[in-house]
């Protein structure tokens, strides 16, 4: 026990590092480390390291990085930034259809790949109009967290905790739908209310010659996030077949039993349909994310085989309980915990806690929310606000205060909301 604990250690410094710039190595690396070293200090043996994968949440991510590909390779996304462009809006308007929009689309599509093809596109239209890029930076992070609560494929702790819970995909969708919106609308409302001066300037839009964003600029940001990618899918029958099997397969996340192997085959049958050689789409998968998670499945589960989850689990299942009231210290703790720990292997160490609760549905709900907006509280918390932040630098240095500023009081008051809307679930017996 005592050298799983210490190797685990070893392996949340070095994932953590690259985080907080301490060291130069990937997460993947550091993570394989501490796969190596669990197996070969014998905590855990060579064949057990692959029984300890959770292949479900791996399918499921490989699955959607393909669709959301193919998406963004048929001009999906530059259309969509397109419409807005030409639609003329003003500052708020504009900011209100990118917390909403992002926030619907990362519910569905993983809240990192919506920020990695939206920011690109973003900071071309901010340079377009002459606007503030904070305020809609911020939003874009903010928001796409947010909004991935509502549903099991809106990030990857949603995914895991959908794999190892058995949540119902709809009702999890149903109950959690009101939550992410009104979290949304407060997300907004902060908004508008903390960076009122940067949206109420004078003069603040440029008057265009042109309707849209230029062909060669909506190139340069369509190279930006998808190299140099055939554009062999940018035709309109590819494109309405690639939103027809998405569309499917979101619907079939509601009636069909297993969420991960129906994205897969709507990912397979996108390749298909395309009639192409796939290899394009499959090298911009990010085959560094899926091998992490798979390294921490292995050393979070070799935790789990020396017994130190179970110390950690028969503690927590009399400290927390499981009822309504316990929610709010619950909820707590996740969003502290997911930000010294990440909420990844957080959530991995204490999902054996809730496993054990005789019924545990409450707490597999407010688990999924807290850990999800805790990724809001500061800059390296969440994926998605490092990928905003990296990919508009050239226009726009976010610093970790300057976020910090809007994010403390979003996280505290949506995370409040949250919290309160379960505990209302749970006194109506919904949960």
């Known amino acids: 026990m005592l050298t799983s604990i210490i190797i685990f250690a070893i392996t949340y410094v070095l994932i953590s590092g690259r985080r907080l710039r301490l060291i130069r190595i990937g997460r993947p ?3 394989l480390l501490g796969t190596v070293l669990m197996v070969f200090a014998g905590v855990i043996g060579p064949q057990q390291a692959f029984t300890l994968v959770n292949w479900d949440t791996i399918i499921l991510l490989l699955g959607m990085m393909v669709i959301t590909e193919h998406l963004a390779e048929t001009g999906f996304f530059d259309l969509a ?16 259809i990118l917390v909403f929009g992002s926030g619907i689309l990362s519910a569905f599509l993983v809240n990192d790949i919506v920020c990695v093809f939206f920011t690109p596109l973003l900071v071309l239209l901010l340079r377009r109009r002459n606007l503030p890029p904070l305020p809609f930076l911020v939003a874009l992070a903010t928001s796409s967290n ?5 549903a099991l494929t809106g990030n990857p702790q949603n995914m895991i905790i959908g794999a190892l819970s058995g949540l119902a995909y709809g009702r999890f969708f149903l109950l959690m739908l009101p939550i992410g919106l009104l979290g949304l609308g407060l997300n907004y409302g902060l908004l508008l209310l903390l960076y009122r001066r940067h949206l109420s300037r004078p003069g603040l839009v440029q008057v265009d010659q042109g309707d849209q964003l230029p062909a060669e600029a909506m190139a340069l940001a369509a190279a930006d996030r998808l190299g140099p990618a055939s554009n062999g899918l940018a035709r309109p029958k590819y494109r309405r077949r690639t939103l027809a099997v998405s569309i499917l397969v979101v619907l079939g996340f509601f009636v ?5 192997w129906t994205a897969l085959a709507g990912a397979v049958l996108l390749l298909f349909l395309c009639n192409r050689d796939e290899a394009a789409v499959l090298r911009r998968v990010d085959w560094n994310l899926l091998l992490f998670f798979a390294g921490l499945f292995v050393v979070t589960g070799a935790l789990q085989v020396s017994g130190a989850t179970a110390a950690l689990s028969d503690y927590a299942v009399c400290f927390l309980g499981n009822s309504g009231r316990h929610i709010w210290l619950f909820g707590g703790i996740s969003v502290l915990a997911s930000n010294i720990f990440s909420n990844v292997p957080y959530v991995l160490i204490i999902a054996e806690s809730l496993r054990q609760m005789p019924e545990s549905e409450l707490m597999w709900y407010t688990l999924a929310f807290a850990s999800t907006v805790a990724g809001n509280l500061t800059l390296i918390g969440s994926v998605a ?3 905003v932040a990296e990919k508009a ?6 610093g970790f205060f300057e976020f910090l500023r809007f994010s403390l009081p979003s996280t505290l008051l949506v995370t409040g909301l949250g919290l309160g809307i379960l505990q209302l679930y749970s006194l109506l017996g919904w949960l």
């Open 29 to 31: 690396a550091g993570v």
């Open 81 to 96: 930034v397109g419409a807005l462009e030409r639609r003329k809006l003003g500052p708020k308007a504009l900011l209100s």
């Open 146 to 150: 947010i909004g991935s609560a509502m």
């Open 256 to 260: 069909l039993p297993n969420l991960p």
């Open 385 to 387: 606000n490092i990928i």
């Open 393 to 398: 630098r050239g226009l726009h240095e976010l």
